[in-house]
Every structure is written in structure tokens, then in C-alpha cells.
């Protein structure tokens, strides 16, 4: 849903800063310390090492450790797997959603939730390819020219956050997803031309998909309804629209119906300018015999 990544008042609200220091949006800290302490003191009540319950529950002891110290955030089938090795009656269990919204940054946190159960989603692009139809290796060359720095560990973290989200293609029923991404976008090597390949060919890939369409919207339109910038506008169940605006790692859930009304008209406008979704997978293999 970013550009890369709760409904408050009627306007919407402010959901958030990626640096403004709120120490939930880091590993080593929050929901994770308290996970990893309890991980740690029931591993020590059941008489296990490091490396036994590693193998017992498939994952390496360096792996186990950084569990157990809040840096890394563990994947539900690791929870799933370690709640009964150690005889925990549900108490990592009961941890688990919380961990699994751990994995973003706190401002996209309430944006992701939405996005899992929307029913239908619309994005518009202009900076980078959406995080849904990215590969891991162009979402690392992303976030590795952040600026200030992200520790390696937090990038790491919100690689494997941010793949987690395409789940969604796999979801039945199968929601509508429609994405219109500005031409130069797909002109843009961030991480490099292989990297660039690799993020053109799965664009194509989920392209095919018969619940999603991907649009370009050429440079050389003259008329653009989007030039107010990127934005998301999900469809939740019972057709209550939300639209999420983010920018500069600051980021705003829209649930005003008037100014949603609005987004939603600009979302119709700008797919009508764009190139139809044959013409624009047609462009995209094009820039690939390019690459």
C-alpha cells in the first residue's frame, strides 16, 4: 500500500511517523522484548538450549537468540511451532496477532490490517513500484537508500514484512486489486538493472492474475487527475470506503465520506487516462527488451 507500507475522526487522522521515535517502530523494543523474554523463560522451564529447541522447532540458535532479544520478529508458523514444544498452553499463541503487527512500522500498522481484509484495493504510484508487486531484492535497494540509515536489522524486518503482504494474491475470494503506476516509475533502476528486471517480470507475473489489473499511466498525458500525489483507497466489507495517504514516512487514513468520495472519483478519472491494462503489460515487456 506505501509508496514504497484505523479509522480516527471524521476527517480521518494522522496515523503515524516512520522517525518519530516511538520506540514501538524498532526491533529490540515493545511487543517484541516482551515476546522474546517469555520465549526465553519458558525455553529455560522446558530444559532446553538453544540449539535443541532451534532443531525441534526447525530454526538456527542464532536465529532463536534474536528472537529472544526482540531484534528479528518471528513468522506465525515459528509461533505456532514453538507454543507447543514448550508446553506454553497457548500463551505465545495468545501473542501472536500483536507479533505479527510488530512486523510494520507503526505508522502503517492499522494501513496493513486494512489492506489484509479489504475487498477491493486500488493504488496509485509515482515514486516506486507499490510494496504489493515488489521483489525482495528492489525492496531492499529501497530501503537501503532511506535516509537517516535503518539499522540492518530493521530492513531485514520490513523485507520480510512487506513480502508477507503479498499474501493477499493467495486469499479466496479473491479480492479486486488494480494498480495504476506512473510510466516513469518503471524507468527507475533503483538497486540496478537486474534489480529493475526482476521487479518489471513480476509485475508482469502478477499482471495475469484474473483478479488484478496494472495500468501505466504515460509521461506524455496531458491530462493527469492524480498530479496531487500517490494514494490507496480500500473497500471494506459492507462497501465503507478508506483511503490512506502517505508521504515523507507520515501517512493519514481518510474515512470523511465526502473526502473519500473524492479520492474514489479521482481513482475513476485516473484509470481512465491511463493505458488500458493490455496495452500497459505490453508496455512493461517492452521495457524489458529494453533492459
Not at 513468522?75 to 496477532?97: T, Y
Not at 479520492?263 to 515487456?285: D, M
Amino acid at each position: 500500500m506505501t509508496q514504497d507500507d484505523e479509522p480516527g475522526s471524521e476527517t480521518g487522522r494522522a496515523a503515524g511517523s516512520e522517525h518519530g521515535g516511538r520506540p514501538e517502530d524498532e526491533p529490540g523494543s515493545g511487543v517484541m522484548v516482551a515476546f522474546g523474554r517469555q520465549l526465553k523463560l519458558l525455553r529455560i522451564r522446558a530444559g532446553m538450549d538453544r540449539t535443541e529447541f532451534g532443531n525441534r522447532v526447525g530454526y538456527a540458535a542464532q536465529s532463536v537468540a534474536s528472537f529472544e532479544q526482540g531484534r528479528r520478529i518471528p513468522q506465525p508458523g515459528f509461533i505456532d511451532q514453538a507454543d507447543p514444544v514448550l508446553d506454553a498452553g497457548g500463551l505465545l499463541l495468545a501473542m501472536k496477532e500483536e507479533v505479527a503487527r510488530a512486523q510494520y512500522p507503526a505508522f502503517f500498522r492499522d494501513a496493513a490490517r486494512l489492506e489484509a481484509e479489504a475487498l477491493e484495493l486500488f493504488v496509485f504510484a509515482v515514486s516506486a513500484v507499490p510494496g504489493l508487486l515488489q521483489t525482495e531484492e528492489y525492496t531492499r535497494a529501497l530501503l537501503s537508500m532511506r535516509r537517516p540509515l535503518l539499522s540492518e536489522d530493521t530492513i531485514e524486518q520490513r523485507v520480510s514484512a512487506r513480502l508477507a503482504r503479498q499474501e493477499i494474491f493467495n486469499r479466496w475470494p479473491a479480492p479486486l486489486l488494480s494498480f495504476v503506476i506512473e510510466e516513469q516509475v518503471l524507468r527507475k533502476p533503483f538497486g540496478g538493472a537486474s534489480v529493475l528486471r526482476g521487479v518489471l517480470e513480476q509485475v508482469l507475473l502478477v499482471g495475469q492474475k484474473r483478479n488484478v489489473e496494472i495500468q501505466v499511466m504515460p509521461i506524455d498525458q496531458e491530462d493527469n487527475a492524480g498530479v496531487d500525489g500517490p494514494f490507496t483507497l480500500l473497500t471494506r466489507k459492507g462497501g465503507e470506503q478508506v483511503a490512506y495517504l502517505e508521504v515523507q514516512g507520515r501517512s493519514i487514513l481518510m474515512t470523511d465520506r465526502e473526502e473519500v468520495r473524492s479520492v474514489a472519483a479521482r481513482c475513476g478519472i485516473i484509470r481512465s487516462q491511463a493505458l488500458t491494462p493490455r496495452e500497459s503489460l505490453r508496455f512493461v515487456e517492452k521495457r524489458l527488451g529494453e533492459l
